[in-house]
C-alpha cells in the first residue's frame, strides 16, 4: 500500500508557480512532522520545507519568501506552493512524513513528482 501520493509537478516556466500536494494514507493513526525534499540527478535529496503537527514551518534558505508549506490535519494533506520558480528549483520533489500506524512510528516517503522549470 502507498503511504504518501505526491500530485501537482509539471512544467512552469521561470517566474511562475506550482502547488504540489501530498496525501497520506488513512491508516495513519497520527502525523507528527509532514515536509518536502527535493533531489537532482548526482546530488543528495535536501530538505526544502518540514512543519510539525502545529502548524509551524522551516525552509531551506533557498526557498524562503518564495514557497510555502501547509498542511491539514483532518484530511492528512501536505502542500507547498512554490512561487517565483528558478530553473534551480528543478528536481523530484518528494513528500516526507513521520507517521504512526499499527507497525509504530516510522518514516515514510513519497514517490516524487518532477517539477521543470524552463522556458
Known amino acids: 500500500q502507498v503511504q504518501l501520493v505526491e500530485s501537482g509537478g509539471g512544467l512552469v516556466q521561470p517566474g511562475g508557480s506550482l502547488r504540489l500536494s501530498c496525501a497520506a494514507s488513512s491508516t495513519f493513526s497520527s502525523i507528527n512532522n509532514m515536509g518536502w525534499h527535493r533531489q537532482v540527478p548526482g546530488k543528495q535529496r535536501e530538505l526544502v520545507a518540514t512543519t510539525i503537527s502545529d502548524g509551524s514551518a522551516g525552509y531551506a534558505d533557498s526557498v524562503k519568501g518564495r514557497f510555502t508549506i501547509s498542511r491539514d490535519n483532518a484530511k492528512k494533506m501536505v502542500y507547498l506552493q512554490m512561487n517565483s520558480l528558478k530553473p534551480e528549483d528543478t528536481a523530484v520533489y518528494y513528500c516526507?512524513?513521520?507517521?504512526?500506524?499499527?507497525?509504530?512510528?516510522?518514516?515514510?516517503w513519497g514517490q516524487g513528482t518532477q517539477v521543470t522549470v524552463s522556458s
Open positions: 516526507n512524513a513521520f507517521a504512526k500506524d499499527f507497525n509504530g512510528w516510522r518514516n515514510y
